[in-house]
């Protein structure tokens, strides 16, 4: 019998190939039947507009704990963090030519974030369920009571000339409230990730952390005015 040769050409001009669908992985789970979501095509004002609100929520959860929103650990981001960071370094930074011993910006943005990567870091050794970056994530965004205190304290530091012991017990009180808060805040979303006949040594860490931040709020006394 002769062989027939076939001309892949013609059957490629009859029919039509499909190069379009979905890679699928053996063994992986189904995909849920929803709409793709893509910001490629999104104007750029939307797409900022559509982060500034995420981060505004999650400072809203970090200001109502108890709701136990666990939007921090599944949508995490470093915004709020470097926001905080940033507004925090350039309040407590001191003048040179007025009050030498203030710390400066690259020491307090060093030490917020180093702080966190080391309070991670414990996390992590002490057998955390979390990852890095949702545990650096959760201590950025829960500085923000210890940084409505420090906007606080410089308000008072403002509004007077000089610094009575009244005024000072008011700051003092305030930046506990906010050291106390910061504190509750990260244990309410970093609490259930470690083992609890650990939990002491991950609070520990975490109590250091706002602490030193705290210090650094209530011994600032220097003003810009």
């Given at each position: 019998m002769a062989a027939t040769s076939v001309d892949v050409s013609d059957v490629t001009d009859q029919v039509p190939l499909d190069v379009e669908g979905d890679i699928t992985v053996p063994g992986a789970p189904p995909e849920e039947d929803e709409e793709d979501f893509s910001t490629l095509d999104e104007p750029v004002k939307e797409t900022i507009l559509r982060d500034l609100k995420a981060v505004g929520k999650k400072f809203v959860h970090v200001l109502n704990p108890l709701k136990g929103s666990r939007s921090l650990l599944r949508e995490w981001d470093l915004w709020g963090p470097l926001v905080l960071c940033v507004m925090v370094a350039l309040l407590l930074q001191g003048d040179n030519a007025a009050d030498t011993g203030a710390p400066q910006f690259a020491e307090v943005f060093v030490i917020l974030w180093v702080g966190a990567v080391v309070v991670t870091l414990n996390s992590q050794l002490l057998g955390g369920q979390l990852s890095f970056f949702q545990s650096v994530c959760v201590l950025g965004y829960c500085v923000l009571p210890l940084s409505i205190a420090l906007i606080v304290c410089r308000i008072?530091?403002?509004?007077?000339?000089?610094?009575?012991?009244?005024?000072?017990?008011?700051?003092?009180?305030?930046?506990?409230?906010?050291?106390?808060?910061?504190?509750?805040?990260?244990?309410?979303?970093?609490?259930?990730?470690?083992?609890?006949?650990?939990?002491?040594?991950?609070?520990?860490p975490i109590f250091l952390f706002y602490f030193i931040i705290s210090w650094m709020i209530i011994s600032h006394t220097h003003s810009d005015t």
């Open positions: 008072i530091l403002a509004a007077s000339a000089t610094q009575t012991i009244v005024l000072f017990a008011i700051r003092f009180v305030t930046v506990l409230l906010g050291f106390a808060w910061s504190t509750f805040a990260a244990m309410a979303f970093l609490g259930d990730s470690q083992p609890v006949n650990r939990k002491a040594l991950a609070v520990y």
